[in-house]
């Protein structure tokens, strides 16, 4: 895994934002910036990180998957539906409807892909086709019951969209609390400490997100159900001359890499932002693919990479809140699409090969003939 070159992305994008922040008149203190992006890069990277490891379960068993946007797509919004049956309809607790809507986000996500496993392995239909029909009905199918469900005259609400029970909680880590005694009256320390615990303060899909990172690379490198993952991905032939099921192994990684996808889209309706939108995930699926590239097809390269797309979009977003430092002369950098592009441009740059080479499993994307 070539390290030097994901630090050395990632140290650029941590640098521009340095230098705007540094050429403008600095108001804000540096270590409340430089903690509001790492907060923020760790949070929007969630999903990205998520999605790679959906498509490193599923390219490591032999399957592509370019369908993880509609699996994000159509987790988000039957997550969100079910957190709004289950407080609205079944009357359960905030903390029970969420999480019920978290479950069947990942539920949806698994169900998603147990049809791109059907198409693929199954019928052995191509597997970028496959992948682009779980895209297609995902926008379909979520665009349609929005409208059915929720803005019809004879919708179950009446045709007003109920508020969603809310998001997940911040999980609080008491790093301030343990370490502000020793700054004693130090106004300075107490705010180094307490911007530090920002960063560590995430909510659960995000603190999940880093936890599934060295879970997945510890499973997928040293188990033996990681060696029959990779192995029916590189020479499935092999695999089942020694008594692995390759059908079976294949459908089973495709399932979690579904699920995990799931997990993913419930970041955006579940943790993120309580509400759902057509086509609200805004190619997240398809960056999570770069990612993975990028990643070379290993969790932590993977997750390496979503941090370098986490950091431009934190960048984005940073720009906004801190409006104050960006000096005169940078001020095109307040328009939001300006810097709002640098992920899909970041994208294009890695899927075109010009950041490095990658190799993919021997067998990524071939149909089993046993």
Request: charged residues 10%; positive net charge; aromatic residues 10%.
């Amino acid at each position: 895994m070539d390290w030097k070159r994901f630090g050395f992305i990632f140290l650029i994008i941590v640098v521009l934002f340095g230098v705007v922040v540094l050429v403008g008149q600095v108001k804000s203190p540096p270590i409340v910036i430089i903690t509001s992006m790492l907060a923020t890069t760790i949070a929007v990277a969630t999903p990205l990180t998520l999605g790679a490891l959906s498509g490193v379960f599923c390219e490591r068993a032999g399957v592509v998957n370019i369908g993880i946007e509609g699996m994000m797509l159509s987790s988000a919004f039957f997550g969100w539906l079910a957190a709004i049956y289950m407080f609205h309809i079944f009357n359960f607790g905030v903390g029970i409807s969420i999480t019920v809507g978290a479950l069947f986000a990942m539920v949806a996500g698994a169900l998603m892909a147990l049809l791109l496993a059907v198409l693929s392995i199954t019928y052995k239909v191509d597997q970028i086709i496959g992948g682009t029909v779980i895209n297609i009905l995902a926008v379909g199918l979520t665009g349609f019951l929005n409208r059915q469900l929720f803005f019809g005259s004879g919708s179950v609400f009446g045709g007003n969209v109920p508020n969603s029970p809310g998001v997940l909680p911040t999980i609080h880590i008491p790093i301030r609390e343990i370490f502000s005694p020793l700054c004693g009256d130090a106004a300075s320390c107490l705010q180094v400490v307490t911007s530090i615990n920002k960063v560590f303060d995430q909510k659960p899909i995000a603190i999940s997100a880093i936890l599934l990172v060295f879970i997945a690379h510890y499973v997928l490198f040293n188990t033996r159900w990681g060696l029959r993952t990779r192995a029916v991905g590189e020479h499935p032939k092999a695999a089942d001359t020694v008594g692995i099921n390759v059908i079976k192994m294949r459908y089973a990684n495709v399932l979690i890499g579904g699920a995990l996808a799931g997990l993913a889209g419930a970041y955006f309706t579940i943790e993120s932002v309580p509400s759902f939108e057509p086509l609200l995930t805004n190619g997240r699926g398809f960056i999570s693919l770069a990612a993975m590239i990028f990643g070379n097809w290993t969790p932590i390269g993977s997750w390496t990479a979503a941090l370098v797309f986490g950091a431009s979009q934190a960048l984005n977003i940073n720009i906004q809140i801190f409006r104050d430092v960006i000096p005169p002369q940078w001020a095109f950098l307040q328009q939001s699409y300006v810097v709002g592009l640098i992920p899909y441009i970041l994208t294009m740059i890695i899927l075109t090969g010009i950041i490095g080479r990658t190799t993919p499993p021997a067998a990524d994307g071939v149909p089993y003939e046993k």
